[in-house]
């Protein structure tokens, strides 16, 4: 079934009888070439590129509960390619352009929105590392201006500019960022993938690896032993978990972050802020809803809640950066498991174990990388060679030293 206008009007008129799931749900086969584990945002693209653009047709995707219970169905739905370093810059870049196709390549609305993002500045310092990040950026084709307290001041009024503490002195924008609606961003996948053949198994649980000799010779789940020649893991938050059934210990760490919504609200944000001088960000839903979010929980856990100290940190930073957010009502909020790296950076790579391969690391940026994520990951299981902008994100660097520091803060999972 393809979407459009003109089947959107036949089906209004004809009693909505001809729309059909949007995927099948079939019984698992006893064997693949590939499976992936993990039905999130990156496992599913993973398979739709493998099955769209590498030709691969024995694909089966592996899921513990539903699509889109994971973090690609919790994040605050920021896109954006605003890094500075080589490793990160052309990854995030190349994900951009493909979010700027994504709804005509699945052919489903997943209401990629670019209306922008502004990272406001408080500091000369940080206006100087800002230039510099703008400059990185522009030389990777993604575009940045540097603003001044006064053109911020035009987009945004409501902001505290004069705050004694963090006062607003101008801002780096990047006009292609935005938002997508990240349930919209899984379903699209996930009807891209199975439309092309991908089996998505729900409710399959990967309860360990057959490996023999050094190769991986399928996995076992809550539905019994499947066979595959490669298996690709894209479990996120539970990489630790997951990694370990396969002998692995991970330079990862698993945090909650938590995000929040408000009640219903007129337009007031154009686009997605960030606080410069705490961690707070902050865009608005097509419903009218504030979302935002912060810090992350200081402490491991593997529960997908939040804790109150946090919420505080979190409206507190609101309050110092928008005062009027005080006065809306706060309406929801939940908790997702973050696979926090030692240097804020992801992993795709293959594994010392032969037909093993790890996607993970993705920290909380994870969500605007899903399309190249599973584009490079894709590229790694068919071709056995990374994707030319994923060529960083190797699982070894830790050993070498080349870590890929984003922030700067050294081997401190919970600083990234
Ligand atoms: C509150 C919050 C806000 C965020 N905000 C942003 C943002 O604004 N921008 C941004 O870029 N990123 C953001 N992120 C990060 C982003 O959502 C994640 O990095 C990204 O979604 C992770 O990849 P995924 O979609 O594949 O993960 P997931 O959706 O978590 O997918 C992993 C899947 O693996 C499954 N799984 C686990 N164990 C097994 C097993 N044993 N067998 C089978 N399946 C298994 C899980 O059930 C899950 O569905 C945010 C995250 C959170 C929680």
């Known amino acids: 079934m393809k979407f459009s206008g003109f089947k959107v009007v036949k089906e209004a008129l004809t009693g909505h009888k001809g729309w059909t799931p949007l995927w099948r749900n079939p019984d698992p086969k006893p064997s693949y070439d ?35 219970s994971g973090n690609i169905g919790r994040n605050t739905t920021i896109i954006r390619s605003n890094y500075l370093l080589p490793g990160n810059e052309p990854f995030y870049e190349f994900s951009m352009k493909l979010w700027e196709n994504l709804e005509q390549e699945t052919n489903f609305n997943s209401m990629v929105s670019q209306r922008g993002i502004i990272n406001l500045i408080h500091t000369d310092g940080q206006r100087d590392a800002y230039r510099r990040r703008g400059n990185a950026m ?66 399959c649980e990967v309860t360990g690896f057959k490996i023999e000799n050094g190769k991986v010779l399928g996995v076992d789940t809550s539905r019994g032993f499947i066979g595959a020649k490669k298996v690709g893991v894209a479990v996120a938050g539970s990489s630790g978990r997951v990694m370990e059934k396969a002998g692995m210990r991970l330079p990862i760490e698993s945090h909650v972050l938590q995000a929040f919504v408000s009640e219903g609200l007129k337009p007031t944000i154009p686009g997605v802020i960030t606080f410069g001088a705490g961690h707070f960000y902050v865009s608005q839903s097509d419903k009218g809803g504030l979302v935002f979010g912060g810090d992350i929980d200081g402490y491991n856990s593997y529960a997908q809640r939040g804790n109150l100290p946090v919420v505080e940190d979190v409206l507190e930073g609101g309050m110092a950066l928008m005062p009027m957010i005080g006065r809306a009502r706060l309406l929801r909020s939940w908790g997702g498991i973050m696979d926090m790296s030692m240097d804020g950076s992801p992993i795709i790579d293959r594994t010392h174990i032969d037909g093993l391969y790890l996607n993970a690391g993705w920290c909380y940026g994870g969500f605007k990388a899903t399309p190249a994520s599973g584009y490079a990951f894709a590229h790694l299981l068919a071709t056995g060679r990374p994707h030319e902008t994923a060529t960083a994100y190797r699982l070894d660097r830790f050993e070498r030293g080349y870590v890929i520091d984003e922030k700067g803060v050294g081997a401190q999972p919970n600083l990234h």
């Not at 992936?36 to 995707?61: D, P, Q, R, S, W």
């Open 34 to 68: 590939i499976v992936i584990v993990g039905g999130g945002g990156h496992g599913l693209a993973t398979a739709f590129y493998l099955a769209k653009t590498f030709g691969e047709l024995k694909v089966a995707v592996l899921e513990k509960g539903w699509l889109g």
């Open 138 to 203: 522009m030389l990777a084709g993604a575009g940045a201006r540097l603003l001044s307290r006064d053109e911020v001041k035009e987009m945004v009024p409501f902001l505290n500019f004069d705050n004694a503490r963090f006062p607003i002195k101008g801002g780096l924008m990047q006009e292609r960022a935005g938002t997508a609606r990240h349930d919209g961003v899984v379903w699209g996948y996930a009807r891209g993938a199975d439309q092309r053949g991908v089996d998505i198994i729900q409710n």
